[in-house]
């Protein structure tokens, strides 16, 4: 009998759009600190270092085992001279020093804070850390104008830090569905990005529109937009009409990754509604949107508990229930106690009284969400567009322009070499178009 350790090898394809990637990660060490890296190299506008980090840190996410030794990493693509460094030093001291310095460099974390502001991108962050801004207060207390979107990112900042449930997507979803139907019915509303590759929660909620007449949905995003107002479920919103035939670069070939779709960025506000027992005459029998509208949650009051888990648990503050379809089918139901102080990389900071009014016991929560329509000949580009992860996304481009002398965009799949347009009508056409073997959303999380 043999002593001899049988050395697991691994091995991958080097396109990320070619590996199946699911959430179960082996190997989250790892990848957590090329996450960093990549992160800080975004920050600092170094977009070449920012992707072979995310490379090198989804490669490591398709492994079907922890990784545990270098040798097993011979056979991998993607991990450059500088990954693999970082790489060796969390496999022999548990982890690694650059991740860690970077982590708790001053640049880092103020960066971090600035960019958590809705509006605000690595360029205006570095600009105002040169000026010396290295928090929200130093930010207030600057003078400096801030635009509609940063403004709003700073009334909303605690909210839309905090990450968004699968619940609340699906109650954002609802709402998102009545909205739609209201001004278009027939319209077809699909949730996009993170949540449609199966996470459980994400930094916003994105959805794709269209109707399955071609020509419907056009003008739609307005009359959406109005109505959510009108219904007071918007806090902020940006509308960018279509631009798509205006351009002159082309279909297929867009300027940038940028799209050209009827586009709302918004951010919604989201009762928390978790009371059954409810105030202020809503009936029991109101539908989930219109309790959604009229219910006023008593945060603190106990006598306004009753029906709703378990009354003993309350706290003074919201009662954080578990979604309980069986007995509780409202999607409203989970609550996010929220503070008045923002932990950002395990660093308090207490926000002033202006941003109070977002945080602590309020009945409801802000949360950032993406609206897209598209053209029902353009849905299939715009959901795999769409679907994310960022990364997958980028290495389908590549691996379109690189290997098959195609050029993809969310609208549009063009074939350089017979000068023409491919169509597609399913997500799964379009990795036919490309030659790739179809990967479900549930495997894009690279
Ligand atoms: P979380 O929101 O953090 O859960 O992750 P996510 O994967 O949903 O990310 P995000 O909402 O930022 O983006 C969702 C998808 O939309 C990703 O695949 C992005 O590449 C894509 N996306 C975001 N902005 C644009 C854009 O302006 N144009 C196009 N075409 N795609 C975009
Ligand atoms: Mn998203
Ligand atoms: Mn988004």
Not at 281 to 306: N, Y
Not at 321 to 342: D, F, G, R
Request: aromatic letters at 6%; proline letters at 4%.
């Amino acid at each position: 009998q043999s002593n001899k350790v049988e050395v697991v090898v691994f091995s991958a394809p080097s396109y990320a759009c070619k590996r199946r990637t699911t959430l179960k990660n082996h190997n989250t060490l790892l990848t957590e600190a090329l996450s960093i890296l990549a992160e800080s190299a975004e920050l600092n506008e170094d977009e070449g270092r920012g992707v072979a980090f995310r490379r090198a840190a989804a490669v490591l996410k398709c492994l079907p085992k922890a990784v545990s030794s270098m040798e097993q990493l011979r056979g991998l693509p993607c991990l450059g001279d500088h990954s693999m460094r970082v790489i060796k030093d969390i496999l022999e001291n548990g982890a690694s020093s650059e991740a860690e310095s970077t982590k708790q460099s001053e640049r880092f974390k103020a960066l971090k804070v600035l960019t958590g502001i809705f509006g605000v991108g690595a360029k205006t962050a570095d600009r105002w850390f040169r000026e010396g801004i290295h928090s929200l207060s130093q930010l207030q207390e600057s003078g400096h104008t801030l635009n509609q979107a940063q403004q709003a990112g700073l009334q909303f900042y605690d909210d839309i830090n905090l990450p968004v449930s699968k619940t609340e997507a699906d109650a954002i979803s609802e709402i998102v569905e009545k909205a739609v139907h209201a001004v278009l019915p027939g319209a077809e509303i699909t949730l996009t990005g993170g949540f449609r590759r199966g996470k459980l929660t994400g930094h916003d909620v994105d959805f794709l529109i269209t109707h399955p007449e071609e020509g419907k949905e056009e003008g739609l995003m307005p009359k959406v937009v109005s109505w959510l107002e009108s219904q007071g479920f918007l806090l902020y919103q940006k509308t960018t009409r279509n631009s798509y035939l205006e351009s002159k670069d082309g279909p297929g070939r867009p300027a940038s990754n940028m799209d050209r779709f009827e586009r709302c960025l918004s951010i919604f506000k989201l009762t928390k509604d978790r009371c059954v027992g409810q105030k202020q005459g809503t009936k029991q029998s109101a539908t989930p949107i219109e309790s959604h509208v009229k219910t006023v949650c008593s945060l603190g009051d106990p006598t306004q508990a009753k029906g709703e888990g378990n009354s003993e648990s309350l706290t003074g503050s919201c009662q954080k229930t578990e979604p309980n379809p069986q007995s509780h089918p409202h999607p409203l139901s989970q609550i996010h106690p929220s503070n008045l102080t923002l932990n950002v990389l395990g660093q308090e900071k207490s926000l002033d009284v202006d941003q109070a009014q977002t945080s602590g016991h309020k009945p409801w929560r802000a949360v950032r969400v993406d609206l897209v329509v598209s053209p029902v000949s353009q849905f299939a580009f715009a959901l795999l567009g769409w679907t994310g992860s960022k990364l997958f996304e980028r290495e389908l481009r590549r691996w379109a322009g690189h290997e098959k002398a195609m050029s993809l965009s969310s609208h549009a799949l063009y074939d350089n070499k017979q000068s023409r347009y491919l169509r597609a009508s399913s997500e799964e056409e379009i990795f036919a178009h490309l030659g790739l073997e179809y990967i479900p959303p549930t495997e894009r999380n690279a």
